[in-house]
């Protein structure tokens, strides 16, 4: 197999040349380990790259739909378990310390792999973490504590919620902004 590059639509295209005997014309495959083209035995190294320019749109739409396809894979109930402990460890750590300051009641801690939200706060007073928490820079795991810690006291976003989290966490309305950001490529 011969590793060859190509712009095509102004993107570079890494991808593999394979000869094969037998093969009549052009063929290609696009799959998670990448893009292949094999050719007749005779057929000159020019012809794959003809091939890939015609074809240029549809080789991207392919190998994005599968890069698309991996990316979701990423947080599946096995990732999951093998997170969650570690998780639930720095989480735990973290709710304790903040606490310190807060002095709040609060049940179980509970790790659950959510899809949308980064915590929760239930009226009996557990507190729910997602554990892809781990995923995120320590100032933003902080905070998310914090919001939650504080729901303990305001079951609302009102104003008063909101100062009682700015007490712990005086720029949150960064962390708000940035956790905005994070979850457009982890949700
Ligand atoms: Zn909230």
Redesign the pocket.
Known sequence: MLDKQIYLEDRLLEYKIKYHARAQRVRISINKHGVVVTLPTMAKEGVAEDFLKRQALWVWHHIDKNKDKKDRQVFTAEHYKKHKGEALDMIVKKVEEWNKVYNFNYNKIYIRNQKTRWGS?SSNKNLNFNYKLFLLPVELVDYVVV??LC?LKHMN?STLFWSEVGKGIVNYKDCRRALKKHEASIF
């Open positions: 706060c919001h939650e729901h976003h």
